[in-house]
């Protein structure tokens, strides 16, 4: 029919018999409305614009999901974004168009602990950027040390430690070379002096998170006091839970945060880095903190053997990885959609609440929740299409298909 | 008048719509023909809407050529507030079919100029050529639309005060807060209504048995605005059961056939 719209002329596309995630809840019987990369609010478009659809796409009943987020993910596909190569520019745009099809629409490549150079060299190289067609979006650099606890270092190489003892925040920027596209930051809150560090980064809407630390629970307290807002991999590379000294995971059950904000905090659930009782109890513990990471490292996708992360050579087995030799997980070769579903078989959760730990919540972290993360209306048309059992089937970004899954399932 | 007496709210709401369904196929609505319908929100027509959705989607019914006028919308709520009539016509009905948006008509509760807007409708509704087929409620005080008891049988289109019959019956819709319900409408007037051509009133549940009663064994009165619809060639007035409780047997009787 004739379409009078009075605000834009660009194609209004409406998907049609989905169950659409929005407000907590698959709800069926209302259509995802489209137009110019952005989820539109249809009953506007029929009232002030008098406008209609000009395309209507059956989605044969599958569930429309906000695209995932991940905000921890150090490499994939051979490629490492620790290591400083020629071809590092096409290496981040090759892991950003592969985990399209794991349902990620929006991530931050994350560092290791390194070598000042390498973040000198590399850190200019990643620019926060759309996504589309050729591949996710960058939302942001997450720097994963040095100023972390050589007690707690897990994967990270002990010669790339530093504190920032002498300068602080100088001694940070120094070490790093730019913050212009930085997101997130890990570092031990035991550490002298972190608190002015974790107040500057704050300041720049850097997000501040703890781990591979020592800290007992009121350093960690007094942390989030500061600005700390995020928990990295929750469980790993800190002091485990004590009944006299919680620690870190404290943090989930503190009556110290200050009023108004959350904590969140990072859950690698391949079914490796942490017990599926364990996860339980994070989750009914704290369920809206939980933001679900893959900690993914340049092995992931290809095949078991030896692959780099950073520094250090890391070995492959399966879904283990560990530091060639040792028995020291080193990230994961998780998938984010194998993470979600893994994440729901564990703790029984609803279809809705897994899929809002690897998206609404990790939105909500980086303070994005406004267009990313959401179905809301004039959000970011970041979206998944998934079947029952929670395989994505499509994924579209600013409403663009960005990848489909074939009929013969590769 | 035609009574048409339905077992439950279920077959009066299907009959119903079956009704206008009819209508409107053989009507054959096209290009510059269009069908003009008028509306009604409420709990009432819930049912009816529920199966024209059903026809539409069966590939039955097209609204591609028919245009609709609402019979009210309230004073001062937000356009997109949850209760307003613009929302309910939109959930309930023009979502999930395909009617042109430039025909379907709902009178604006936040038009500058109140009276101008009721003016206005009136002359759309005379550019469309008149009403084909009005679908209307009933009020437990017997009023048509938001013609309260007292409104003139001859009105327009107009602002109206609501009775508080009317006030206490929308509670239910505003968390039971009295304060939140409008106290203000816009409305078709009773005599906007009695110039369509064809007028179908659904009334269902023990709680509008009364009016019933008065709006059709009792005389033509502006107490009871919905009884000067005895005075127009073509009304059917569809309820189940329920709704008979306080007529007569032999009204009944007489209607059942």
């Known amino acids: ?410 | 008048m035609r009574l048409v007496i339905l077992e439950d709210y279920d077959q009066a709401s299907e009959w119903a719509a079956k009704y206008i369904c009819n209508r409107i196929i053989q009507f054959k609505p096209s290009q510059g023909r269009y069908f003009t319908l008028g509306l009604p929100t409420g709990n009432t027509p819930l049912g009816c809407y529920r199966k024209l959705i059903e026809y539409h989607r069966n590939g039955d019914l097209s609204f591609k050529y028919v245009k609709t006028f609402n019979m009210d919308e309230y004073v001062g709520l937000p356009r997109n507030h949850p209760e307003s009539y613009h929302s309910y016509m939109w959930n309930n009905f023009f979502k999930h079919i395909d009617i042109d948006p430039n025909n379907a008509h709902i009178l604006d509760g936040n038009a500058p100029d109140l009276q101008a807007e009721c003016d206005a409708f009136e002359k759309k509704i005379e550019a469309a050529g008149g009403i084909d087929l009005f679908v209307g409620g009933i009020g437990p005080d017997g009023h048509i639309a938001f013609n309260e008891p007292g409104s003139s049988l001859s009105s327009r289109t107009r602002l109206k005060t609501l009775a508080m019959d009317t006030i206490l019956a929308n509670a239910k819709y505003f968390d039971g807060d009295l304060s939140k319900v409008p106290t203000m409408a816009l409305t078709v007037g009773v005599g906007t209504v009695m110039d369509a051509r064809e007028v179908m009133i659904l009334i269902t549940g023990a709680h509008k048995a009364f009016a019933l009663y008065k709006a059709i064994e009792e005389g033509v009165n502006h107490m009871w605005t919905v009884s000067a619809f005895q005075q127009h060639p073509r009304t059917i007035f569809v309820c189940d059961e329920d709704a008979t409780l306080e007529l007569r047997v032999k009204t009944v009787k007489y209607f059942k056939g």
Request: charged share 20%; with cysteine; proline share 4%.
């Open chain 1, 1 to 410: 029919m004739p379409s009078n719209k009075s605000v834009s002329d660009a194609p209004i596309v409406q998907f049609t018999n989905c169950r659409i995630l929005r407000s907590h809840q698959l709800q069926r019987g209302e259509d995802l409305w489209v137009r110019e990369g952005k989820i539109l609010n249809p009953e506007k478009l029929f009232f002030d614009e008098k406008g209609s659809a000009d395309i209507q796409l059956d989605c044969k009943d599958s569930i429309i999901a906000p695209g995932f987020i991940d905000v921890q993910i150090n490499g994939g596909f051979g490629v490492d974004f620790s290591l400083a190569t020629d071809d590092f520019k096409s290496g981040i745009d090759l892991v950003s168009q592969k985990i399209l099809s794991h349902g990620v629409t929006s991530f931050c490549p994350t560092l290791v602990t390194s070598p000042p150079s390498v973040y000198h060299q590399v850190l200019p190289q990643i620019s926060i950027r759309n996504g589309g067609a050729h591949g996710a979006g960058i939302l942001g650099a997450h720097l994963e040390g040095p100023f972390i606890s050589k007690e707690k270092k897990g994967a990270h190489p002990e010669h790339c430690l530093r504190t920032f003892e002498a300068g602080a925040f100088q001694d940070l920027l120094a070490t790093y070379g730019s913050l212009d596209c930085v997101q997130i930051v890990t570092l031990a809150p035991e550490m002298k002096r972190s608190s002015e560090v974790i107040r500057e980064l704050t300041k720049r809407g850097i997000c501040v998170s703890l781990g591979h630390s020592v800290a007992n629970l009121s350093q960690a307290e007094e942390a989030v006091q500061h600005g700390a807002t995020f928990i990295t991999h929750l469980f790993n590379a800190m002091l485990p839970f004590h009944h006299r000294d919680p620690g870190i995971v404290g943090l989930l059950t503190s009556d110290k945060i200050p009023a108004g904000r959350r904590v969140f905090y990072g859950m690698i659930s391949d079914g490796i880095h942490t017990n599926p009782a364990a996860l339980r109890i994070a989750h009914r513990a704290h369920p809206k903190g939980l933001v679900l990471v893959t900690d993914a490292i340049a092995g992931m996708g290809l095949a078991p053997g030896r692959h780099t992360l950073g520094q250090q050579v890391v070995e492959i087995d399966g879904l283990n990885t560990y530091i060639a030799g040792t028995k020291t997980l080193s990230g994961s070769v998780a998938t984010m959609d194998t993470c979600v579903r893994h994440f729901q078989e564990a703790t029984g959760c609803s279809v809705e609440t897994a899929l809002e730990t690897a998206s609404l919540h990790p939105a909500q972290l980086l303070g994005i929740e406004h267009k990313k993360g959401t179905l809301n209306y004039d959000s970011d048309a970041d979206f998944l299409m998934l079947n029952d059992s929670l395989y994505v089937q499509a994924t579209y970004i600013a409403g663009e298909e960005v990848w489909r899954q074939d009929a013969l399932g590769m």
